[in-house]
């Protein structure tokens, strides 16, 4: 080198054109700090708006199953802090949420999750306080074929449940049932109640929903049951 | 259009030169990364149910792509050649590490619907395949242009692709009704195929078929 470099910047340049292993490493080592620091302070920054996305989306749903609605995140917080109590039932600690009107309750919500055909499925359920008439589902998180089993978050599925009866007459668990086609084709008028229909093309998804909604009430069967002796 | 052989040095002013224009043009059309390159077909796949989806993917991409070849190219006379493709990596994750966290932060809803596929965009051949084959070898403002119309061709056709599957899939466009309700009650019925991947091979396929015969490209073998 008969010429000195000028500057820091020459003398890197100089040194990567035959670059020693110590070189290599320094500069590995540099990127490495610089997108790790770049990386967590992008997560850092953002993670008190992410974590209110999150908490925002679980409360519209909660919200949706037991048949309330607001439109903007602060609208949802608001509407949630007033009607909806969260409160832990059954010997299990399950988490169930109440909807109260003036005081008393009108819907009881539940999160229900299953297998559907790509993945699992993430959602509530609500009952009225007779615990037996469906007052509401919704589903938050899924990865099931938009258009086929992703219906499952449309309304006009979610419209089928409402008013269903997941108890039977003699006072059995029923729960609800997704069938092939239209229920009023294929079930006989009394039990169409315990029926809705079902998504064409998304006989997988059907099954599952089926299955998780059966386990989610037996689950809560318990306190839906001392809820009705309560009630006599 | 004009003569692409001459090759003025780039100004720096906010005008373009002649090169410039050329890397701005070629990715749209004459060298497309998905319909020439067939490069990152499998996002194309994947986020063109919907033109929202479609839409935010798109811009994901392309401030990736830009974005590592303007800093890429930025460090390319300090990496030592024999880690490039490892630090070109790093750089290319780490902005899709942060592309992520905004979606996540300010349009959570679609970040849902997308979930995996902004992630894999550090797969992307495009975003490599530019960062070694330009980026590496070419001054920053170049390499910044030519991810820019690179990410813009990759856009145009998930949005064409988008669009078709969308309306005869769904019947819509970016979520309003196109196909009016009373075709529904006459017995139309919404085009099953277009909701799943093979619907969006079968577009992606026409649409390089459609390139190539206009453009008039000879057989490989």
Known sequence: MSEAPKTWLE?????????????????????????????????????????????????????????????????????????????????????????????????????????????????????????????????????????????????????????????????????????????????????????????????????????????????????????????? | MATETAVPASGGGIGLTTREKKILKDPLWDNNPITFQILGVCSALAVTVQMQTAVVMSMALTTVVAGSGLIISSLREYIPSKIRIIVQLTVIASLVIVVDQVLKAYLFNISKQLSVFVGLIITNCIVMGRAEGFAMSNPPREAFLDGLANGVGYSLILLAVATVREILGNGSWFGIRIVPEFLYAHGYVNNGLMVLAPGAFIIVGLLIWAQRTIMGVEKHD
């Open chain 1, 11 to 232: 003398r890197m340049k100089e040194k990567a054109k035959t670059p020693k292993a110590a070189y290599t490493f320094g500069f590995a080592a540099i990127i490495c700090i610089v997108c790790s620091l770049v990386v967590s302070s992008a997560a850092t920054l953002l993670k008190q708006r992410q974590d209110r996305n999150v908490r925002i989306d679980q409360q519209k749903n909660i919200l949706g199953a037991v048949g309330l609605s607001a439109e903007t995140p602060e609208a949802i917080e608001a509407l949630y802090a007033k009607r909806i109590e969260k409160l832990s039932v059954t010997d299990a600690k399950l988490d169930l949420y109440v909807r109260s009107d003036d005081g008393q309750p009108a819907a009881y919500a539940f999160p229900i999750k299953g297998k559907g055909l790509w993945s699992t499925l993430y959602g509530f359920l609500a009952l009225e306080p007779d615990g037996d008439t469906i007052k509401g589902i919704s589903f938050y998180k899924h990865g099931e074929t938009p258009g086929l089993g992703a219906e499952i978050e449309k309304e006009w599925f979610k419209n089928n449940f409402v008013g269903k009866k997941c108890i039977a007459d003699d006072g059995s668990l029923a729960s609800i049932t997704l069938v092939k086609g239209k229920v009023k084709d294929v079930i006989a008028p009394l039990l169409q109640k315990h029926f809705v229909d079902g998504i064409s093309g998304a006989t997988v998804t059907s099954r599952g929903v089926t299955a998780l909604l059966r386990s989610g009430l037996e689950q809560y069967a318990p306190f839906f049951k001392t809820l009705q002796k309560e009630k006599r």
